[in-house]
């Protein structure tokens, strides 16, 4: 599997991770997430609220082909920041991020090489 995949993946995992901690910690819903956390535009059609952006990054199918992983990355740190509850979900998306972080610099460090 090459880097570009696996980033991919990872970014979707960590969106999941950081979506299931917040509500494991809030008992907020996504949208909640998307409007405290600034990071996520939320659309009104005809009286509801949703946050597709976000839902769009939440599989691997219907995922950007360029996807901003700046928002993911801050999702994750704002998500870790609000929730205090010690569980194995925390230490998945702890463990999640830091390898997201991993993979964005060998793609960097990848990308840079052949320039």
């Not at 995992?13 to 917040?22: I, K």
Request: with cysteine.
């Amino acid at each position: 599997m090459d880097l570009n995949q696996m980033l991919r993946e990872s970014l979707v995992r960590t969106l999941l991770y950081s979506v299931q901690y917040w509500q494991q910690c809030s008992f907020k819903s996504k949208l909640e997430l998307a409007e405290e956390s600034g990071i996520w535009s939320i659309h009104h059609d005809r009286g509801s609220q949703a946050c597709r952006t976000l839902d769009r990054y939440l599989n691997l199918r219907t995922l950007p082909s360029r996807p901003r992983t700046e928002d993911v990355l801050r999702t994750a740190h704002f998500v870790l920041h609000s929730g205090e509850l010690k569980s194995p979900l925390r230490k998945q998306l702890e463990s999640e991020l830091k390898e997201l972080l991993e993979l964005q610099k060998e793609l960097s460090l990848k990308i840079s090489g052949q320039s």
